[in-house]
């Protein structure tokens, strides 16, 4: 605050947002809308009342009581100042101009500014669709606002110059009014917007939910094909109804509004357009706010960028990023161990990809607990899992598979679990900007691998797969044999091993990839997909979940007997409740060790149920190298399943799981069963050391799995927009737990640990594929 406002007339006070009390010898209250504030001290209560706003400063000094220094009033008025509490400006008036202006202060805004550019600035209004303009101008125009109606749409032109601006008196704002933020005119308005680098609005101001903003103002900072994208992933079904319909856009919906929400809308937007003209800006305005006038709640979805978008952003993105090396470095470990070693605690976690939760502009409607049985297994849900598609035929309303699904020690684990496991699953989808290279495996053989190394099925299960696909669940799916001619999209993928690029086929590495000719030779499934606070993380948890899954399937399918791990040994308070809660639900809890020659610790939780005609066995697997984590991610993923079978009702109609709970019990499973003649295994015989830094971990898994002879290679699945890093590992040779029966280490491993005398014969393979 300077003196320069007493030769032009400018008077200095408290902001008009607040309302001056001066309790004497206590302190000088300042009263507002948001609260109070105090101001203690001599100085506070001698001055205070001078600043009335009827003195500039010049007066302001003369009037000051005899004693008080300048120096002394000019550090106390440059204190205020400087906690944003006065003012400096024209004389108080009255009525709706002084109301103005105290509003303009309450939101840290210069006054004189806000009120000049609300007056002084033009708003063009542009309406597509089925919309009446009338009430929105005459909002606009209520609010004070110079207004020019924006013209319709050519419709002989969409190549995105449908809509034309002003340009001899060009508005400062557009505001758009839509009845559907999916409206295909909005794609025009968008492209003209964006060449004039001219700032629009969009609302849909019609229906009983309402839509204001965001305000598109910087092509760098996204475009409405950034969030028209958004939009379409939660819209599935209606593109699917409109794409059979042959109709272009969003369905049509019946209008349901009362007057009195006609109204409110409007001049809700009319007070959108008035900040953003004065200069008021905050990060509301970056979003799509969204009113349901039904329970009044409103609700900011955080708008942000594709970087990748083709219109606004680099759509070369994805393919650049696999061509790179995939370049491993330190990463400390976070000391919130307790879901696994990871870079960043959840609660980081969250925060930082929170603003992807949303029905709006995220890429998940909403995270939910599943309320079947004991909030203690901290449950989560968390939308549609891409990863089935259309393969399967599970009950969409019960079943864990056909949603993504997250799990943990404590509420927050399981929530951030379940988000990281729909951000990744989004990220391993198809989206067609991915990095392809056409040819056939022989013409690609000097780089590509081989799909048969990686899906491993055996040749006697191809001639009788159309019987065997009709009577097994979609997960077990035995597809069409690969022609090694066959001409199609690849892949890079980077090998850890040895440090060059190698070639699978995208069909296997990204959920939804097109067929090729209608072959269904090739499949995605999410075998060594992870995602992870750091790439390091991502890399060690997609490592972890392919030796897990290699260990099971060895255990399962020639059904050998393990020792117990005892858990008594690891005298964890949380493993004691979960075993006082399995009681409560009348069932016993046990856990085997299956490592198999990796060496990395894998564990199986189980739990019969001990009051009933069927035991409903269920089982979760985990995959450390810490085994304390390694057992809390066996008994939390068989948590994550056990709502399934809690009441009886299990809700899924494939054949392989009813069956097996329906028919399973230890005694006919005998495998199940710890093996008696094995001493149970503590903490102590795993022998873990704990290291400082993932990057320690990551190349110490990746060193024991390459001593098997094996090849690490891992695609980086990482999008822009999404910012979670996300993996897929692919290690040719392991095993996946679906009924997969090549030659091998299913065979091979029982043997060289010693399970098993001789290889399990082919027939003799259990004939219950895993399913979860």
């Given at each position: 605050m300077?003196?320069?406002?007493a030769?032009?007339?400018?008077?200095?006070?408290f902001?008009r947002?607040?309302r001056?009390e001066?309790v004497?010898g206590?302190?000088?209250?300042?009263f507002?809308?948001?609260?109070?504030?105090?101001?203690r001290g001599t100085?506070?209560?001698?001055l205070?009342p001078?600043l009335d706003?009827?003195?500039?400063l010049?007066t302001l000094?003369r009037d000051?009581?005899t004693g008080v220094a300048p120096e002394q009033?000019?550090?106390?008025i440059?204190r205020?100042?400087e906690?944003g509490?006065?003012t400096?400006g024209p004389?108080p008036s009255?009525g709706v101009?002084?109301?103005?202006?105290?509003?303009w202060e309450?939101?840290g805004t210069d006054a004189?500014t806000?009120?000049?550019?609300t007056?002084?600035k033009?708003?063009?209004?542009?309406?597509?669709?089925d919309?009446d303009?009338?009430?929105a101008?005459?909002a606009?125009?209520?609010?004070?606002?110079?207004?020019?109606v924006g013209?319709?749409p050519r419709?002989?032109?969409?190549t995105g110059?449908g809509f034309?601006?002003?340009?001899?008196?060009?508005?400062?704002?557009s505001v758009?009014l839509?009845?559907?933020?999916l409206?295909?005119?909005l794609?025009?308005i968008?492209?003209v917007?964006?060449?004039?680098?001219?700032?629009?609005?969009?609302?849909?101001?019609?229906?009983?939910?309402?839509?204001?903003?965001?305000?598109f103002?910087?092509?760098?900072l996204?475009?409405?094909?950034?969030?028209?994208?958004?939009?379409?992933?939660?819209?599935?079904?209606?593109?699917h109804?409109?794409?059979?319909?042959?109709?272009?856009?969003?369905?049509?919906r019946?209008v349901a509004?009362?007057?009195?929400?006609?109204?409110m809308?409007?001049?809700?937007m009319?007070?959108e357009?008035t900040?953003?003209?004065?200069?008021?800006r905050y990060?509301?305005?970056?979003?799509v706010m969204t009113?349901?006038?039904?329970d009044?709640k409103?609700?900011h979805h955080e708008?942000r960028?594709?970087?990748?978008?083709?219109?606004?952003?680099?759509?070369t993105?994805?393919?650049?990023?696999a061509?790179l090396?995939v370049?491993l470095?330190?990463q400390p470990?976070?000391a919130d161990?307790?879901?696994g070693h990871r870079?960043?605690?959840?609660?980081q976690v969250?925060?930082?990809?929170?603003?992807?939760?949303?029905?709006v502009t995220?890429v998940i409607k909403e995270?939910?607990?599943?309320?079947r049985g004991p909030e203690f297994f901290?449950?989560?849900?968390?939308?549609?899992?891409?990863?089935v598609?259309g393969?399967t035929m599970?009950?969409?309303?019960?079943a864990p598979?056909?949603?993504?699904?997250?799990k943990?020690?404590?509420?927050?684990?399981?929530?951030?679990?379940a988000?990281?496991?729909a951000?990744?699953?989004?990220?391993g989808?198809?989206?067609?900007?991915?990095?392809?290279?056409?040819?056939s495996y022989?013409?690609?053989a000097?780089?590509a691998?081989?799909p048969?190394t990686?899906q491993?099925?055996?040749?006697?299960?191809y001639?009788?797969?159309?019987?065997?696909?009709a009577?097994?669940?979609?997960?077990?799916?035995?597809?069409?044999?690969?022609d090694?001619?066959?001409?199609m999209?690849?892949?890079?993928v980077w090998s850890?091993t040895?440090?060059?690029?190698?070639l699978?086929?995208t069909?296997?590495?990204?959920?939804?990839a097109?067929?090729?000719?209608?072959s269904?030779s090739l499949?995605?499934d999410?075998?060594?997909?992870a995602?992870?606070?750091?790439l390091?993380?991502a890399v060690?948890q997609?490592l972890l979940e392919l030796?897990?899954r290699?260990?099971?399937?060895i255990?399962?399918y020639?059904?050998t007997?393990q020792?117990?791990?005892d858990?008594?040994?690891?005298?964890?308070?949380?493993v004691d409740?979960l075993?006082?809660?399995?009681?409560?639900?009348?069932r016993e809890v046990w856990v085997?060790?299956?490592t198999?020659d990796?060496?990395i610790?894998?564990?199986?939780?189980?739990s019969?149920?001990?009051?009933g005609?069927?035991?409903?066995?269920?089982?979760g697997f985990?995959?450390?190298?810490d085994p304390?984590?390694?057992?809390?991610?066996?008994?939390?993923?068989m948590?994550?399943?056990?709502?399934?079978?809690t009441?009886?009702d299990?809700?899924?109609?494939?054949?392989?799981?009813?069956?097996?709970?329906?028919?399973a019990?230890?005694?006919?499973q005998?495998y199940l069963?710890?093996d008696?003649?094995?001493?149970p295994?503590?903490?102590?015989d795993y022998?873990?050391v704990?290291t400082?830094?993932?990057l320690?971990?990551?190349?110490?898994v990746?060193?024991?799995?390459?001593s098997?002879?094996?090849?690490?290679?891992?695609?980086?699945q990482t999008?822009p927009?999404?910012?979670?890093?996300?993996v897929?590992v692919?290690v040719?040779?392991?095993?996946?737990?679906?009924?997969r029966y090549a030659p091998?280490r299913?065979?091979?491993?029982p043997?060289?640990?010693g399970r098993?005398?001789a290889?399990?014969?082919?027939?003799e393979?259990?004939p219950?594929?895993?399913f979860?």
């Amino acid at each position: 605050m300077t003196t320069s406002g007493a030769s032009s007339g400018r008077v200095v006070g408290f902001k008009r947002h607040l309302r001056v009390e001066v309790v004497k010898g206590e302190a000088v209250y300042l009263f507002s809308e948001r609260g109070v504030t105090a101001l203690r001290g001599t100085d506070a209560e001698t001055l205070a009342p001078l600043l009335d706003s009827t003195r500039d400063l010049e007066t302001l000094l003369r009037d000051v009581p005899t004693g008080v220094a300048p120096e002394q009033v000019g550090r106390f008025i440059a204190r205020l100042d400087e906690a944003g509490l006065l003012t400096l400006g024209p004389p108080p008036s009255s009525g709706v101009a002084e109301r103005a202006r105290a509003y303009w202060e309450a939101a840290g805004t210069d006054a004189t500014t806000a009120v000049a550019n609300t007056t002084g600035k033009r708003v063009q209004v542009i309406v597509t669709g089925d919309v009446d303009p009338v009430p929105a101008l005459a909002a606009l125009r209520e609010a004070g606002l110079s207004v020019q109606v924006g013209p319709p749409p050519r419709d002989e032109d969409r190549t995105g110059a449908g809509f034309a601006l002003a340009t001899d008196d060009p508005a400062d704002l557009s505001v758009v009014l839509c009845d559907d933020y999916l409206s295909p005119d909005l794609a025009d308005i968008d492209a003209v917007h964006r060449a004039a680098r001219r700032p629009w609005l969009l609302a849909k101001l019609i229906g009983s939910q309402v839509w204001i903003g965001p305000v598109f103002d910087s092509p760098e900072l996204g475009c409405w094909h950034c969030l028209a994208n958004r939009l379409w992933a939660h819209r599935e079904a209606e593109a699917h109804v409109q794409a059979r319909l042959g109709r272009v856009g969003p369905a049509v919906r019946p209008v349901a509004s009362l007057p009195a929400l006609d109204a409110m809308a409007t001049r809700m937007m009319a007070l959108e357009v008035t900040k953003w003209l004065a200069g008021y800006r905050y990060a509301g305005q970056r979003s799509v706010m969204t009113f349901d006038s039904l329970d009044l709640k409103a609700r900011h979805h955080e708008f942000r960028r594709r970087p990748q978008c083709a219109l606004c952003g680099d759509p070369t993105y994805m393919r650049a990023q696999a061509r790179l090396p995939v370049t491993l470095t330190s990463q400390p470990k976070a000391a919130d161990n307790a879901g696994g070693h990871r870079t960043l605690p959840p609660q980081q976690v969250l925060d930082r990809y929170q603003h992807l939760i949303s029905p709006v502009t995220g890429v998940i409607k909403e995270i939910t607990r599943n309320t079947r049985g004991p909030e203690f297994f901290n449950s989560f849900r968390a939308g549609p899992n891409v990863a089935v598609g259309g393969r399967t035929m599970i009950n969409l309303t019960a079943a864990p598979r056909v949603e993504n699904g997250g799990k943990g020690v404590t509420p927050l684990h399981g929530k951030v679990s379940a988000m990281c496991e729909a951000l990744e699953r989004h990220s391993g989808f198809f989206h067609g900007d991915e990095e392809r290279v056409r040819g056939s495996y022989r013409s690609l053989a000097d780089q590509a691998v081989h799909p048969s190394t990686c899906q491993l099925f055996d040749e006697r299960q191809y001639p009788n797969r159309s019987a065997w696909n009709a009577s097994h669940s979609s997960f077990q799916h035995v597809p069409d044999p690969f022609d090694d001619n066959a001409v199609m999209d690849w892949t890079p993928v980077w090998s850890l091993t040895n440090e060059r690029h190698r070639l699978l086929p995208t069909a296997m590495l990204y959920y939804g990839a097109p067929p090729e000719g209608g072959s269904v030779s090739l499949y995605a499934d999410s075998n060594g997909n992870a995602a992870g606070s750091s790439l390091e993380d991502a890399v060690l948890q997609g490592l972890l979940e392919l030796v897990e899954r290699d260990s099971v399937a060895i255990w399962w399918y020639n059904r050998t007997k393990q020792a117990a791990v005892d858990l008594d040994a690891f005298a964890e308070p949380w493993v004691d409740e979960l075993r006082d809660v399995y009681k409560g639900l009348n069932r016993e809890v046990w856990v085997l060790d299956v490592t198999a020659d990796s060496g990395i610790p894998t564990m199986v939780a189980l739990s019969r149920r001990t009051d009933g005609d069927t035991e409903d066995i269920m089982f979760g697997f985990g995959a450390h190298l810490d085994p304390r984590v390694c057992l809390r991610r066996a008994l939390t993923e068989m948590n994550q399943l056990m709502p399934v079978v809690t009441d009886g009702d299990y809700g899924w109609i494939e054949p392989e799981p009813v069956k097996w709970w329906q028919n399973a019990t230890v005694a006919n499973q005998p495998y199940l069963a710890p093996d008696r003649d094995v001493r149970p295994l503590t903490p102590q015989d795993y022998g873990y050391v704990s290291t400082p830094d993932l990057l320690d971990d990551v190349e110490f898994v990746r060193g024991r799995v390459e001593s098997l002879g094996l090849e690490v290679l891992v695609l980086d699945q990482t999008r822009p927009d999404i910012g979670l890093p996300v993996v897929k590992v692919v290690v040719p040779g392991m095993r996946s737990f679906w009924a997969r029966y090549a030659p091998g280490r299913l065979f091979d491993v029982p043997v060289l640990l010693g399970r098993l005398a001789a290889p399990t014969r082919y027939e003799e393979l259990n004939p219950t594929p895993l399913f979860i």
